[in-house]
């Protein structure tokens, strides 16, 4: 079962991408800012990362650099309510791009796809 990390500032999101993810079979944590999301990277093996950009002080851009750097092979998908941060060169750096939307399919689309191919 892999192990999914939901980064995200609002706590009804993550109880919504937690249970809808659950439901789909994968073990899912949850980190309220990027302090909490990176302590939870070091203590446990995480296999994909759903982060969010805007996290109230924090950036998630900067997030993803870091995991980048530590942890190249893992999987990264930025998912933001704002589709303009897709022109910033740094979020390039995430393995997908989805904008929040309601509607979860598109996200569980990509998860699976990112897990498939870190399968391979």
């Given at each position: 079962m892999a192990k999914i990390l939901i980064v995200d500032d609002?706590?009804?999101?993550?109880?919504?991408?937690?249970?809808?993810?659950?439901?789909?079979?994968?073990?899912v944590v949850t980190a309220?800012?990027?302090?909490?999301?990176?302590?939870?990277?070091?203590?446990?093996d995480?296999?994909?990362v759903v982060l969010d950009i805007q996290i109230k002080q924090e950036s998630g851009l900067e997030m993803l650099q870091k995991i980048v750097?530590?942890?190249k092979e893992l999987p990264v998908i930025l998912c933001s309510a704002y589709n303009c941060y897709k022109d910033d060169?740094?979020?390039?750096?995430?393995?997908?791009?989805?904008?929040?939307?309601?509607?979860?399919?598109?996200l569980k689309q990509e998860i699976a796809r990112q897990l498939d191919r870190q399968s391979q």
């Open positions: 609002e706590p009804g999101l993550r109880l919504l991408y937690s249970d809808e993810l659950k439901d789909e079979g994968y073990e309220a800012n990027c302090t909490e999301a990176a302590k939870l990277l070091k203590e446990r995480i296999d994909l750097q530590e942890q060169f740094s979020s390039w750096l995430a393995d997908a791009y989805i904008v929040k939307n309601s509607d979860l399919g598109e």
